[in-house]
Nanobody, 126 residues
Framework: QVQLVESGGGLVQAGGSLRLSCAVS????????TAWFRQAPGKEREFVAC????????RYTDSVKGRFTISRDNAKNTAILQMDSLKPEDTAVYYC???????????????????WGEGTQVTVSS
């Protein structure tokens, strides 16, 4: 059974950094895709970043390009989101997602991922 557990959220001032981790278990191999989504109060869950070894791609939403970096530590079965130069508008619950069968065109879509973590709160104060 696939399980995803996020950690690393918290409160930070604008301009600061946070590092989110997602411990992944239950997949056979390392070619599954992982992604981060976020949901702010009163808004829909939105795509932030993804990495897919099987497709050889990494993608980011425009608002985080140059500030966030997604990576994988396959030896530890961990997906990482390094967030720098944080802004108040980055405040949200951040969710880790994964899929072993996702197709390229769905990498930035919620519907492409069939496994989700419980989320971790990120709050950026101004």
């Amino acid at each position: 059974q696939v399980q995803l557990v996020e950690s690393g959220g918290g409160l930070v001032q604008a301009g600061g950094s946070l590092r989110l981790s997602c411990a992944v278990s239950g997949f056979a191999g390392t070619r599954y895709a992982t992604a981060w989504f976020r949901q702010a109060p009163g808004k829909e869950r939105e795509f932030v970043a993804c990495v897919s070894p099987r497709h050889g791609v990494t993608r980011y939403t425009d608002s985080v390009k140059g500030r966030f970096t997604i990576s994988r530590d396959n030896a530890k079965n961990t997906a990482i989101l390094q967030m720098d130069s944080l802004k108040p508008e980055d405040t949200a619950v951040y969710y880790c997602a994964a899929s072993g069968t996702i197709i390229l065109s769905q990498l930035t879509s919620r519907s492409g991922y069939n496994y989700w973590g419980e989320g971790t709160q990120v709050t950026v104060s101004s």
